[in-house]
C-alpha cells in the first residue's frame, strides 16, 4: 500500500505489531516517505532502477511497495546527474512507492578482482570503460541523496561471509570508522533515513563490538 508518510521530522516510523515467543520473528510496519510497509517483506532487485521484466505498474498490482536498486551500477548509468536532473530515482522510473539503494559496498565481495579497499574509500576498475573510480563513504552518500531512495545504506567494509581472522575485524572498525563519515555528509535526513551496517563475519563478538560502535 502506497501513501506519504505523515509529517514528521524523521524520515521512518517503525511500530512492531506482532513477536513470536519462541523464535523473536515478528510483524511489523514501516512507515516511508512513499510507502507503508508491512514486514516481513518481498524487496525485488531493481539494480539499475528497474526490474526486468515487469513494469511498475505491474508490480503495484502485485502489492509490491519496496525495491532495492543498486548505488554502484546506478552512479555509473546512467549516471547521478541524469538522476538528479530528472528529480530523482523516483521520477526517473515513474516508481510511486518505497526505495532501498545499497551502498555500493557489495561490489567489493562481486567484483572482488576489479576493486581495492583504502581508509579513504574503495578503488575500483569500471567494468563498463576500465576507467579507475574511487568510492568514498562520502561520494556513496553523495549519490544515494541524488537518488532520493526512502532508505539509504552506509558505505561498509564487506568482506566474503567465508573469511576469517584479521581481515574480519579489519572491517567491522572500518565500518564504523566509514558510519561517522555517512552521517556527517548525509544532506537530507528528513526525507531519507540512513541505516547503519553490522559487519564482523560469522565472529558474534566482533558483530556485537560492531552494533556497541
Not at 163 to 192: F, N
Request: net charge neutral; with cysteine.
Amino acid at each position: 500500500m502506497a501513501a506519504p508518510a505523515a509529517a514528521s521530522e524523521f524520515a521512518l516510523a517503525f511500530s512492531i505489531l506482532k513477536t513470536c515467543p519462541v523464535t523473536k520473528a515478528r510483524t511489523s510496519i514501516l512507515t516511508l516517505p512513499h510507502a507503508v510497509v508491512k514486514t516481513p517483506v518481498f524487496m525485488p532487485v531493481g539494480t539499475q532502477g528497474t526490474l526486468k521484466g515487469l513494469l511498475p505498474e505491474q508490480l503495484e498490482e502485485l502489492n509490491c511497495n519496496m525495491m532495492l536498486s543498486n548505488t554502484y551500477h546506478l552512479g555509473m548509468r546512467p549516471g547521478q546527474e541524469i538522476i538528479e536532473k530528472a528529480g530523482g530515482l523516483h521520477k526517473f522510473m515513474n516508481w510511486k512507492n518505497g526505495l532501498l539503494t545499497d551502498s555500493g559496498g557489495f561490489q567489493m565481495v562481486s567484483l572482488v578482482k576489479l576493486s581495492k579497499v583504502t581508509e579513504d574509500g574503495v578503488n575500483f576498475v569500471s567494468p563498463y570503460d576500465e576507467k579507475e573510480i574511487l568510492l568514498t563513504p562520502e561520494k556513496s552518500i553523495d549519490i544515494q541523496n541524488s537518488i532520493g531512495a526512502d532508505i539509504i545504506m552506509q558505505l561498509d567494509d564487506v568482506v566474503s561471509s567465508t573469511i576469517s581472522g584479521p581481515r574480519v575485524e579489519e572491517a567491522m572498525h572500518r565500518t564504523y570508522r566509514w558510519l561517522d563519515r555517512c552521517i556527517k555528509q548525509h544532506a537530507k535526513p528528513q526525507s531519507q533515513n540512513l541505516f547503519p551496517i553490522v559487519q564482523g563475519g560469522l565472529d558474534p563478538e566482533l558483530r556485537r563490538q560492531c552494533v556497541a560502535g
